[in-house]
Antibody, heavy 112, light 106 residues
């Protein structure tokens, strides 16, 4: 059974940084593309970043480009999202996903 | 590319057939997925490549379309189908979602 579990969410001040992690099990991690998606009550589901299986290709939504960095460690079956210059509008539940599988999400709150 | 779902919500009776529409502002070939999300849970993949049923998903769910116009049909609506449904394009970045359609039982 495929399992994706996010961690690293929490409360952070505007302008601060946070790194989310996603631990994968039950899949051959190094052959699958991965993405991060976030969700807020007001804006619904937002795709924010993608990384290819090798990590060589990365895409970002304009809303996070230059502030967020996606990366992965295939040996540790882990996906990361380093978030910097955080804004209140980045407050959301963040999900990692791959091949149709989603983690349960981790809450990020950006507030002073 | 913008993804527009309609309606934003619907209410139907048990055993009804309901259809949700998703329109892309530019052609996306067949690269569209449908997700079901229940409150407090992560989305669940129902359909990929416009019409392919994900393993384990009830055959009451079906999808069709290509290019810019797509539909998700739920046949024989059941109480467990109460959820919000989202479409998502994945032909190229950004992999945009529709705004969602909330399905309720009358």
């Amino acid at each position: 059974e495929v399992q994706l579990v996010e961690s690293g969410g929490g409360l952070v001040q505007p302008g601060g940084s946070l790194t989310l992690s996603c631990a994968a099990s039950g899949l051959t991690f190094n052959i699958f593309e991965m993405s991060w998606v976030r969700q807020t009550p007001g804006r619904g589901l937002e795709w924010i970043s993608y990384i290819s299986a090798s990590g060589a290709i990365k895409f970002y939504d304009d809303s996070v480009k230059g502030r967020f960095t996606i990366s992965r460690d295939n040996a540790k079956k882990s996906l990361f999202l380093h978030m910097s210059s955080l804004r209140p509008e980045d407050t959301a539940v963040y999900f990692c996903l791959s091949a149709g599988n989603w983690g349960p999400g981790t809450q990020v709150i950006v507030s002073s | 590319t913008q993804m527009t779902q309609s309606p934003s919500s619907l209410s139907a009776s048990v055993r009804d057939t309901v259809t949700i529409s998703c329109r892309a502002s530019q052609g996306i070939n067949k690269y569209l997925a449908w997700y079901q999300q229940k409150p407090g849970k992560a989305p669940r993949l129902l359909i990929y490549d416009s019409s392919n049923l994900q393993s384990g998903v009830s055959s009451r769910f079906s999808g069709r379309g290509s290019g810019t116009d797509f539909t998700l049909t739920i046949a024989d609506l059941q109480p467990e189908d109460v959820a919000t449904y989202y479409c998502q394009k994945y032909d190229s970045a950004p992999w945009t979602f529709g705004q969602g359609t909330k399905v309720e039982i009358k």
